[in-house]
């Protein structure tokens, strides 16, 4: 059974055109490729036709895989989540505890997430550990180098 993950319109779009760019682009060369190669002769000592043949696999499974997260996606609402509470698509301000340095993210589905624009993924350590949490909350969250403390200081919607 696949996982479910929660998208905006715009990376659910952005999923789509890539499994199709895959179907309709890439999955056509690749049959190229190998139609190509054994037309150069003896496939058991043609190193071009392996190639392809392996590209060809490589390729058939991110199309499956793509397949497959799309299958459990689902298109989220925005505008009925509750802002009280970190959830998915949630601009959560945090302030590290340690530092007090200040830091912005959305939480987003693991495809969409994407560091340099501040998007970061509900499954990373972080996303789970601010799962939940309210206005005020303090979040121990256990990442690579031990516990670090952040508290919630904002929760909005885009």
């Given at each position: 059974?696949?996982?479910?993950?929660?998208?905006?319109?715009?990376?659910?779009?952005?999923?789509?055109?890539?499994?199709?760019?895959?179907?309709?682009?890439?999955?056509?060369?690749?049959?190229?490729?190998?139609?190509?190669?054994?037309?150069?002769?003896?496939?058991?000592?043609?190193?071009?036709?392996?190639?392809?043949?392996e590209a060809q696999g490589m390729l058939?499974?991110?199309?499956?895989?793509?397949?497959?997260?799309?299958?459990?996606?689902?298109?989220?609402?925005?505008?009925?989540?509750?802002?009280?509470?970190?959830?998915?698509?949630?601009?959560?301000?945090?302030?590290?505890?340690?530092?007090?340095?200040?830091?912005?993210?959305?939480?987003?589905?693991?495809?969409?997430?994407?560091?340099?624009?501040?998007?970061?993924?509900?499954?990373?350590?972080?996303?789970?550990?601010?799962?939940?949490?309210?206005?005020?909350?303090?979040?121990?969250?256990?990442?690579?180098?031990?516990?670090?403390?952040?508290?919630?200081?904002?929760?909005?919607?885009?």
């Amino acid at each position: 059974m696949s996982k479910v993950s929660y998208y905006t319109a715009e990376g659910l779009k952005k999923l789509r055109d890539e499994l199709n760019q895959l179907k309709d682009v890439e999955r056509p060369r690749a049959s190229q490729a190998i139609a190509e190669a054994r037309d150069k002769g003896d496939l058991s000592e043609n190193a071009e036709y392996d190639a392809a043949k392996e590209a060809q696999g490589m390729l058939e499974m991110r199309i499956s895989k793509m397949e497959e997260t799309l299958a459990g996606a689902r298109l989220i609402d925005e505008s009925q989540l509750d802002t009280s509470k970190v959830l998915v698509h949630s601009t959560v301000k945090i302030k590290n505890q340690q530092n007090g340095m200040e830091m912005t993210y959305k939480l987003v589905a693991q495809s969409e997430a994407d560091l340099k624009t501040g998007k970061i993924s509900v499954d990373s350590p972080i996303g789970k550990g601010l799962l939940g949490c309210e206005v005020g909350d303090i979040a121990d969250i256990q990442v690579p180098n031990g516990v670090m403390k952040f508290e919630v200081v904002e929760i909005s919607r885009d």
